[in-house]
């Protein structure tokens, strides 16, 4: 049998270096180069995915012997996968089964299977980032990016902050207490870890393996064996995610259905029943917070972490680039149409304007300047899909049309036309300018290619107004624009207080939206957008349990 740990040993070790350094680092390339993957890698991975679609997707598994599976590209073909489905009696006696092996376990040898089906899941990334495109919509570069070199991050950013946390307790000590002159009280006391139970990982349609790698190897190596419910409509990046799994756990001696993945559909879901069996001790959740709330109120005994909605705000005061802020928030609301949960979708901008390097801009022109900045981004139809992507569901497409009555069109969507992708649902972002007072329209999320420019008295009742939103809506990202130190400094105290990382002045190439695995803590778990933090110590301590044997020590 392998040594997994061994073999990845100094990835670990590297890894558990940048979760304290928080510093840039990754060992999975997060270009789509041959040089980098292979020569052969992009037509392989092209390859594999294809062979996928319109055919049986067997894991092997235990199966109640009905295959479903209806999964259209959002690029305008069906997918034609199917996928075995299995009743929730089989699911759970399966994965109780193999847990008791996988959790008795040494950590290291855990921790090695969890590093190689990373790496394997990293030379996969092609094949991966073509089932994330055309499940998710995001566009190849972004699918290649988000959904394989940086879900591989932050998986493997997970691993590191669970075996700092295991390494942590000692497998047995000799505890002496001193009693003055008479000899010391002695006890041979040994610790063991104990998992939660099976682990359950809800995963979403727009980021599927993004959002659900972190939850997935931090249950894993803490000795939980996972089942895996993905989005009935982006099934197959995390069906491969586990077809990879289960082989890895065989290979190292296990039973692969240590891993296993639950499929189900929107006419009958078994997200609910799954959630409340006694036997499920975990549950990671990403989606919207009618679901989340169900769980919250349902499922509380269970160890639950869960990332939510968000009303995401940008506060401009002033600028010193006004072309670099335009266009710096043109691609943040372009950026796979608006489908991000760290989006911006308020922009809060004095109603008597700013001042910039350009002279005072009014709030007209301030709109003035954003919608042109969008114009010139989306203008070439190459670029546009390279940056929009696709719309995950029609259901989004709709909320874009029924909001343009929420306010005054400042820059209209339109429906992207583009030959290499006939029947695809791509559309430019809505942009709208609204009152402060109009806080029905912008105040509530709304998700997709939606954004408002909101007219506050002056910046400090747009922070106001932002920080308030994140505090009872929720928001993972805020940003805030401003030559003024002073107000800068407010910002970072209005937004801490309000539980949302905050972004100082971007005109550049990096977004509000991004976030980097072993940098940026993703979501802090201190608003209404989620009650997780990715990553933390406390996503990964509460998989566990330490329980101790005393026993008085042997002379």
Same mark, same amino acid.
């Given at each position: 049998?392998?040594?997994?740990?061994?073999?990845?040993?100094?990835?670990?070790?590297?890894?558990?270096?940048?979760?304290?350094?928080?510093?840039?680092?990754?060992?999975?390339?997060? /270009?789509?180069?041959?040089?980098?993957?292979?020569?052969?890698?992009?037509?392989?991975?092209?390859?594999?995915?294809?062979?996928?679609?319109?055919?049986?997707?067997?894991?092997?598994?235990?199966?109640?012997?009905?295959?479903?599976?209806?999964?259209?590209?959002?690029?305008?073909? @069906?997918?034609?996968?199917?996928?075995?489905?299995?009743?929730?009696?089989?699911?759970?006696?399966?994965?109780?089964?193999?847990?008791?092996?996988?959790?008795?376990?040494?950590?290291?040898?855990?921790?090695?299977?969890?590093?190689?089906?990373?790496?394997?899941?990293?030379? =996969?990334?092609?094949?991966?980032?073509?089932?994330?495109?055309?499940?998710?919509?995001?566009?190849?570069?972004?699918?290649?990016?988000?959904?394989?070199?940086?879900?591989?991050?932050?998986?493997?950013?997970?691993?590191?902050?669970?075996?700092?946390?295991?390494?942590?307790?000692?497998?047995? %000590?000799?505890?002496?207490?001193?009693?003055?002159?008479?000899?010391?009280?002695?006890?041979?006391?040994?610790?063991?870890?104990?998992?939660?139970?099976?682990?359950?990982?809800?995963?979403?349609?727009?980021?599927?393996?993004?959002?659900?790698?972190?939850?997935?190897?931090?249950?894993?190596?803490?000795?939980?064996?996972?089942?895996?419910?993905?989005?009935?409509?982006?099934?197959?990046?995390?069906?491969?995610?586990?077809?990879?799994? =289960?082989?890895?756990?065989?290979?190292?001696?296990?039973?692969?259905?240590?891993?296993?993945?639950?499929?189900?559909?929107?006419?009958?879901?078994?997200? +609910?029943?799954?959630?409340?069996?006694?036997?499920?001790?975990?549950?990671?959740?990403?989606?919207?917070?009618?679901?989340?709330?169900?769980?919250?109120?349902?499922?509380?005994?269970?160890?639950? !972490?869960?990332?939510?909605?968000?009303?995401?705000?940008?506060?401009?005061?002033?600028?010193?680039?006004?072309?670099?802020?335009?266009?710096?928030?043109?691609?943040?609301?372009?950026?796979?149409?608006?489908?991000?949960?760290?989006?911006?979708?308020?922009?809060?901008?004095?109603?008597?304007?700013?001042?910039?390097?350009?002279?005072? +801009?009014?709030?007209?022109? /301030?709109?003035?300047?954003?919608?042109?900045?969008?114009?010139?981004?989306?203008?070439?139809?190459?670029?546009?899909?390279?940056?929009?992507?696709?719309?995950?569901?029609?259901?989004?497409?709709?909320?874009?049309?029924?909001?343009?009555?929420?306010?005054?069109?400042?820059?209209?969507?339109?429906?992207?036309?583009?030959?290499?992708?006939?029947?695809? =649902?791509?559309?430019?972002?809505?942009?709208?300018?609204?009152?402060?007072?109009?806080?029905?329209?912008?105040?509530?999320?709304? !998700?997709?290619?939606?954004?408002?420019?909101?007219?506050?008295?002056? @910046?400090?009742?747009?922070?106001?107004?932002?920080?308030?939103?994140?505090?009872?809506?929720?928001?993972?990202?805020?940003?805030?624009?401003?030559?003024?130190?002073?107000?800068?400094?407010?910002?970072?105290?209005?937004?801490?207080?309000?539980?949302?990382?905050?972004?100082?002045?971007?005109?550049?190439?990096?977004?509000?939206?991004?976030?980097?695995?072993?940098?940026?803590?993703? /979501?802090?778990?201190?608003?209404?957008?989620?009650?997780?933090?990715?990553?933390?110590?406390?996503?990964?301590?509460?998989?566990?349990?330490? %329980?101790?044997?005393?026993?008085?020590?042997?002379?």
């Amino acid at each position: 049998m392998a040594d997994f740990f061994a073999a990845h040993r100094e990835t670990l070790d590297r890894a558990l270096q940048a979760i304290s350094a928080r510093g840039y680092w990754s060992p999975y390339p997060e /270009v789509p180069s041959g040089k980098l993957y292979g020569e052969t890698a992009k037509a392989d991975g092209e390859a594999a995915f294809k062979a996928a679609l319109d055919s049986k997707f067997d894991l092997h598994q235990p199966s109640d012997g009905r295959w479903i599976g209806d999964e259209v590209s959002p690029y305008g073909f @069906a997918l034609g996968a199917t996928y075995a489905t299995a009743s929730v009696d089989q699911l759970i006696e399966a994965s109780e089964a193999a847990r008791t092996d996988w959790a008795a376990a040494p950590v290291e040898t855990r921790v090695g299977v969890a590093l190689e089906v990373l790496q394997r899941l990293n030379a =996969r990334s092609f094949e991966i980032a073509n089932a994330v495109m055309h499940t998710s919509g995001q566009a190849f570069l972004m699918a290649f990016q988000a959904g394989g070199a940086h879900a591989q991050d932050r998986g493997l950013e997970a691993v590191a902050y669970a075996y700092e946390e295991l390494r942590k307790i000692p497998g047995a %000590v000799l505890w002496e207490k001193p009693q003055g002159k008479n000899p010391p009280l002695q006890l041979d006391k040994t610790f063991r870890i104990v998992a939660r139970g099976v682990a359950l990982v809800i995963g979403c349609s727009t980021f599927p393996t993004w959002n659900s790698y972190p939850g997935f190897f931090a249950s894993l190596v803490t000795g939980n064996s996972v089942i895996v419910k993905p989005h009935p409509a982006a099934i197959l990046p995390l069906a491969l995610t586990v077809r990879i799994a =289960r082989k890895v756990l065989s290979e190292a001696g296990f039973d692969p259905n240590t891993v296993l993945l639950a499929v189900d559909s929107a006419d009958a879901p078994i997200a +609910k029943t799954l959630a409340l069996r006694p036997e499920v001790g975990v549950i990671d959740y990403t989606g919207g917070p009618a679901f989340g709330r169900w769980l919250e109120e349902q499922a509380g005994d269970k160890q639950l !972490f869960t990332e939510q909605a968000g009303v995401n705000s940008v506060v401009i005061d002033s600028t010193d680039n006004f072309k670099g802020l335009c266009g710096n928030l043109a691609f943040s609301l372009s950026l796979y149409s608006g489908q991000m949960c760290t989006a911006p979708q308020c922009i809060f901008v004095p109603a008597e304007g700013i001042e910039t390097d350009q002279g005072h +801009k009014s709030f007209d022109e /301030v709109c003035e300047g954003l919608s042109t900045a969008l114009a010139k981004l989306l203008g070439d139809a190459d670029r546009a899909a390279a940056v929009l992507g696709a719309i995950q569901n029609e259901t989004t497409l709709q909320r874009v049309e029924e909001s343009t009555d929420l306010g005054t069109v400042v820059h209209a969507s339109a429906r992207l036309e583009h030959p290499q992708f006939e029947g695809a =649902r791509m559309a430019t972002p809505l942009l709208l300018k609204v009152e402060a007072a109009q806080s029905e329209a912008y105040g509530e999320e709304r !998700f997709g290619p939606i954004a408002f420019v909101v007219a506050v008295e002056d @910046a400090a009742e747009g922070l106001s107004r932002a920080a308030a939103l994140a505090k009872t809506k929720g928001a993972i990202t805020a940003g805030v624009h401003s030559t003024d130190a002073a107000f800068l400094a407010r910002a970072e105290e209005a937004f801490a207080a309000a539980g949302v990382s905050l972004s100082e002045n971007l005109t550049g190439q990096i977004l509000v939206n991004q976030s980097a695995a072993f940098s940026d803590y993703h /979501v802090s778990g201190a608003n209404p957008a989620g009650n997780a933090c990715l990553t933390d110590a406390a996503f990964v301590a509460g998989r566990f349990r330490v %329980v101790a044997v005393r026993r008085p020590h042997a002379a």
